[in-house]
């Protein structure tokens, strides 16, 4: 077996086929945003989508999914094959200069220690909205229909009025937990280049915009990538209402699962998105070092035949009998 790594090369705009974590586009962008290289790694009749880290100084990376585990599928793949398929991988690595890889992934790689604690939440859209309403809590129903009782409204649609609405929000949020947060030339390039794929949900109390989210869309299921709240109104359960609203979303355009997301398992947002999620799966991370080929000759061998060639045959004896028990 052979493999191929090939810089991939964006089309500008992504076409509304597929998702958009397939699309050269999309992956042109996180690359951009994560410093890495978009690529596409081409192993017998398997092409497999990945990320490529060119440190100035230092060894070589392969990512499969960076950013959102999904950027790393292998969609030719059966899930049983997932595994044989990374272990095949990474043997064929041994011949490049790629040093390490990365795996962001649904799927269990039994061999591999995994080193993340996310947990992905879905809400799957069946038999239908109203009875996923039926099977909520009273408390969380009662907690949706108050910021509705309060006037709270929403739109939803991509333009550059919602996108400055949710950037306000989310650079709020990401300050009042003190987390680092992608540049607004980010989420613009990902609507003028990606616009197929993406909607953005802006919520308002008396005209305000009190909680948004950026969310990716194909025929099937609605992403929830980024959100943000305002700090003053997180008390009057806008978020809550923000993804119910977008289960209705899903519902009332066909969309089969509203996908609310990674988290830390047991942290405050998992519990909270355990509210609605009536399906959810664990997201692994694995890190793998290349091994390098090994020599069909050590460089201690290659000094004592070199001593043999160029000296008498008694140098030979001595140096095999010294040496031939370490090449067994």
Not at 31 to 42: I, K, P, T
Not at 81 to 103: F, G, M, N, P
Not at 118 to 132: H, M, R, T
Request: net charge positive; with cysteine; aromatic share 10%.
């Amino acid at each position: 077996m052979s493999i191929t790594i090939t810089t991939e090369h964006p089309v500008t705009p992504t076409p509304a086929v597929g998702d958009i974590f397939s699309s050269p586009a999309f992956r042109a962008i996180l690359a951009r945003e994560f410093r890495l290289e978009s690529v596409q790694v081409f192993m017998e009749a398997i092409t497999i989508p990945a990320f490529r880290r060119n440190p100035l100084f230092g060894k070589q990376t392969l990512i499969l999914g960076a950013g959102f585990d999904k950027t790393g599928l292998i969609t030719a793949l059966a899930d049983n094959d997932y595994a044989v398929t990374i272990e095949q991988l990474a043997r064929e690595l041994a011949t490049t200069r790629v040093k390490s890889l990365e795996i962001r992934t649904a799927q269990h790689i039994p061999c591999l220690t995994d080193q993340s604690d996310k947990v992905e939440l879905n809400v799957d859209i069946q038999p239908s909205v109203d009875a996923i309403w039926n099977k909520l809590s009273t408390n969380t129903r009662k907690n949706i229909r108050r910021p509705l009782k309060q006037g709270f409204t929403s739109t939803i649609g991509l333009n550059t009025t919602l996108l400055d609405e949710f950037y306000q929000l989310y650079r709020m949020s990401l300050h009042d937990i003190g987390s680092l947060l992608h540049p607004k030339q980010f989420f613009t390039d990902l609507m003028m280049q990606c616009p197929a794929h993406m909607e953005i949900f802006v919520g308002y109390m008396d005209g305000i915009p009190v909680v948004s989210s950026v969310s990716f869309v194909s025929q099937d299921e609605v992403y929830g990538a980024w959100s943000g709240i305002h700090t003053d109104y997180k008390k009057h359960n806008v978020f809550l209402a923000m993804l119910w609203q977008m289960i209705e979303y899903c519902g009332a355009s066909g969309r089969k699962t509203y996908n609310l997301g990674r988290s830390s398992e047991g942290s405050n947002p998992h519990q909270f998105k355990l509210k609605l999620a009536n399906r959810s799966h664990k997201i692994y991370y694995y890190q793998m070092n290349i091994a390098a080929l090994p020599r069909s000759r050590s460089s201690v061998q290659d000094a004592a035949s070199w001593l043999i060639r160029n000296t008498p045959e008694v140098v030979m004896n001595g140096l095999s009998r010294a040496l031939i028990h370490k090449f067994y």
